[in-house]
């Protein structure tokens, strides 16, 4: 057992690969947001509003890897775990700056793009922030601090700007304020403050634990920090909890949903022919539209108690039947479809005649070319 837990530990080992001196460097560095790293924001923020303009995912992840959004978040981490008030208001002036010319070059585009949103799912992904949300900014801002203090960097920073999404939430807000939709606005932002708060925490957390040299020993500041984060970490998380728990409801009745119309596609003399699922708002819908007989009270209560059995209330069932007809007659829809179909056979019949016709006049044509190119003289 000990030469196994010496193992691990050996596999876990960071010391010989860590170089704090140098991560702490890199992350100042890449905090102020003026020249080159400006125009570099406008430029990415474009390209992924034009992704998500065109619901085009490697668009949008090309505007990720060319972000610089990640400067400031983990400077705001790194002064808050080593107690730099200096570095902390450095990296809160620079996020609002890089926050407002990401939403004003956000806006401007959506203001004057020509493209209009028929179905903009990226958009609306990124307007429900849950608690998955928190764990991958909190674990990609702990592999992107951990790939900063190493002294070989790899791709690792790639794929945090990837997975944790900064990029888009500020393009939905730009989004909501071109056409006045406030529930995109405020889901946006709420969804990029968790993935840049967690991602701070997470560099917090690996500058405490890898112990980076503090810039103040005043007890007092320190526990004022720990008392600022376990604030935040309480108002950003429990939201996000309750969404999440919103989105697995959400998803269970759309499964129970379409379980339930297919188990019941067809009720007597009538049928579903489409269905419709409606999430939004708090109150969950299935919306049933039926061809074929009018379904009478009965019928209905029947199909009600069935719906129980699939986790679905009866005030969640909308019964459409706009095209269903009273009175239904079985007989005389068998025979309109018959005669459809004869009709359908007839046409066809009278395709496979002219085209033997033509197919015959097409081998009589070689027959007759045949004898004509057997007569022709032989060379001497």
Not at 303 to 328: C, K, M, P, W
Not at 353 to 374: Q, R
Request: glycine share 6%; with cysteine; hydrophobic share 45%.
């Amino acid at each position: 057992m000990n030469k196994f837990t010496r193992y691990l530990r050996r596999i876990v080992y960071l010391e010989d690969d860590i170089e704090r001196g140098k991560a702490a460097a890199a992350i100042k560095k890449n905090i102020a947001f003026r020249g080159p790293n400006v125009i570099i924001l406008a430029c990415a923020i474009i390209i992924a509003s034009v992704g998500l303009n065109v619901n085009s995912i490697p668009v949008i992840i090309g505007a990720m890897l060319i972000s610089p959004v990640m400067g400031p978040i983990m400077g705001w981490g790194l002064g808050l775990g080593t107690n730099d008030t200096e570095l902390l208001k450095n990296s809160g002036k620079n996020f609002l700056v890089m926050v407002a010319i990401s939403i004003a070059v956000a806006s401007i585009y959506f203001l004057i793009s020509p493209l209009r949103l028929n179905n903009p799912t990226e958009l609306l992904a990124r307007t429900r922030p849950t608690i998955y949300d928190v764990l991958i900014a909190l674990f990609g801002g702990t592999a992107g601090m951990l790939e900063h203090a190493r002294k070989e960097r790899g791709t690792v920073l790639s794929g945090v700007a990837i997975a944790t999404a900064l990029m888009p939430p500020l393009c939905t807000m730009g989004y909501g304020i071109a056409t006045l939709k406030v529930n995109y606005i405020f889901g946006a932002f709420y969804l990029f403050l968790i993935n840049s708060f967690f991602i701070a925490i997470a560099t917090f957390a690996v500058v405490k634990f890898l112990g980076f040299e503090s810039a103040a020993t005043d007890e007092s500041r320190r526990r004022r920090s720990r008392h600022i984060v376990a604030a935040a970490l309480l108002v950003m998380i429990v939201p996000s909890i309750i969404s999440a728990v919103g989105t697995i409801r959400d998803n269970n009745f759309a499964i129970n949903a379409e379980r339930f119309v297919q188990s019941n596609k067809t009720i007597g003399s009538s049928y579903i022919f489409d269905h419709q699922v409606n999430l939004e708002g708090r109150h969950q819908t299935l919306d049933i539209y039926l061809a074929g007989e009018a379904l009478d009270y009965t019928a209905k209560q029947i199909l009600l108690r069935n719906a129980t059995s699939y986790g679905l209330h009866s005030d969640q069932i909308v019964f459409h039947e706009e095209a269903a007809v009273q009175n239904f007659n079985k007989n005389e829809v068998i025979r309109d479809l018959n005669e459809h179909y004869l009709q359908k056979i007839q046409d066809l019949n009278q395709k496979i005649t002219e085209l033997e016709v033509e197919l015959a006049k097409f081998k009589n044509a070689e027959k007759t070319a045949a004898p004509d190119s057997g007569s022709l003289p032989a060379k001497p």
